[in-house]
């Protein structure tokens, strides 16, 4: 990585990793790909968000499936560990709560594979700075 | 395969449960089934919408109506009007309190969304590990801008205007703080991150660290431009070492990209990041016992002034704020001063992490602009008090707030009106209590905490507690007096006066602030020798029942101190000079013979 000399060069990246990420998420091109982050707070790895986060791995690789799975901090929701937001190129994010392996593997069955959501999802109870 | 092209959300949240969501959702179902819409319409069943006062909600996709108070009986009109014919049921759709006007589309409405993410912007939603993701989020623009286009005078002065205040608990204004700092003299300058975070129950520093730990180094960096300073520090407790190794991935990203170190975006600015370890101990939070914790010292607070602005850090001027405080610098700077100065009450502005914890449904961090109700907070964002139990006090401020009654439930949460009402904002750590739990035991409890957590520096806390202790004790063992309650209040007030630091300044306040609004439970514990919540185990009192007891011998075989007796097939009896009052007879008795009072 070279340094960023200046603002206009940090500026140009923000726009490059943002289109980056809009292709990933709208999946205009053929490239796109199912994105799932598990939260990865401390709290989040004590109720077991790591197992989950490589059962999904190996799951989605095993069934050949093309996804991204991420990890993120602190969605919030203490009472729903372990938490997972899931994307579908198209779709708005949905994040589920109480992921286990269980239900790891019923969101990969049904709203990855099939498109139908499942139990378990928590909405969105929040305001963000751009709203 | 089913091709759904309607959705139907209930909400499973333990709020709506308890009002029957789960009927609704079965109503749903079969309705949809008869009428041979199970294969078009899927209902689900999701967590809590954060809008409990107006549950059970039923949200319908994709055309976002959103249903409150639903009944199982409502469930057929929703499914033959709005399912079917595609008439919103224009009774059960929400009424804006503003202007009584129904809101058919929940579309960008967020009428019901209490909570407004600005200090957890990014946290849950990047990678904290990569700092592409951080600056396709406009990250370090708020640095880039700041360094190219401002002068120090010209941000501190934003900060000043947005009416940010500490956000680890004295509220003191930030800009101020930030000017006091650039004033100083001195030729080397710090600024310093307090992470230590330590109340018990609370999370939101370390939440933000893990989540965003850019958003931190990205205001340091600001705070390093306007008071002069080229060296931060951030002082961490050795006991978060998620955050730890997240802050050092991220400090390490930062360099590489030349967001940190020397020469800044081409500017000449100059900034360095290192971090200090701390060992967990609560006194350090105090700015000044932190900065003595930082050179090596022992961690003991001294007598302010000097202020850390003027001397600090190895006696140079430093500039000491909190995790949260600096989460939020960079989006004041974004967004404005005014933008962010709309959000809050006359003299809190922004908005406060919280870390909700205790008996409550949905436990968790949240954020919430300051003026929410506590009881917003706790009945809408919390779900209410866990299995239909009721609410009894909410404990703000850790171990140096208060506990408030369900008569402070509608006091607008800021750092005046929690202060007015006998507790403090604190960090953020909000505890709630139900009817099971016993306020003197509560204040028992955080005065052990902060008993073992008191450096030892002057008398009053450190023998004075000690003394506060003694007399909780006391009154909990079932041998206190009415002078006793005199004496904790008289001591009490004197800690309060005379300590040297914020910490014993402050930390007879769960003992006062119990006294003040859990009176009759003390007076109970001294007259009556009786816990009301049944928590003080010296004070219970076991006996078996005559008439239930079948003699089966279980509590007799059970018991560990052989303080039961009796014949098989008679009735059994304790004995109470041997009970230790464990409890485990009542545990296995199958019969309810065994009486607790």
Redesign the interface.
Known sequence: MTKIKTLADLKRIRDEVQSKIKLREQGDKPDKLVQIKVSMATCGIASGAKETMTYLIDELEHQGIDAVVTQTGCMGYCFAEPTIELTIPGKEPVVYGHVGKEKALEIIEKHIKLGEMVDGIIPVSYKTIDE | ??D?NM?V?V??GTGCKASESEQIKNNFKKYLSELGLADEV?V????????CEKGPIV?ILPDNTFYTQVTPKDVWEIVEEHIVKGRKVKHLLYKDPKNDHLIPDAT?M?F???????A???????????V??Y??R????AL??C???KTPEEVIQVVKDSGLRGRGGGGFPTGLKWELTRKAAGDQKYVVCNADEGDPGA?MD???L???PHSVIEAMAICGYCVGADKGLVYIRAE?P??IQRLKVAINQAK????LGTDI??TGFHFDIELKYGAGAFVCGEETALIHSMEGLRGEPTVKPPFPAESGYLGKPTNVNNVETFANIP?IIN?GAAWFSAIGTEKSKGTKVFALAGNI???????VPMGTTLREVIYD?GGGIKDGKEFKSVQTGGPSGGCLTKDFLDVPIDYDNLLKAGSMMGSGGMIVMDEGDCMVSIAKFYLEFTLEESCGKCTPCRIGNKRLHEILDKITSGKGTREDLDRLRILGNVIKDTSLCGLGQTSPNPVLSTLDNFMDEYLAHVDEHKCPAGQCKKLLHYSIDDEKCTGCTLCFRNCPVGAISGEKRSPHYIDQSLCIKCGVCLEKCKFGAVLIR
């Open positions: 395969m089913a759904y959705h959300l909400c499973g899927q689900i069943t999701t967590g809590c919408f954060g809008f949200k960008g967020d019901y969304k209490k909570q407004i993410r600005i957890l912007r990014n946290c849950g939603f990047i990678n904290p590990e990569n592409e993701e600056i396709a406009d990250g370090y623009a880039g801008t360094l190219s286009e999370f370390r939440s933000i893990e989540g965003d978060y998620l955050a590489e990209y030349g967001l975006l081409g989006v967004k449904n949905n436990v968790g961090l949240i954020e964002i």
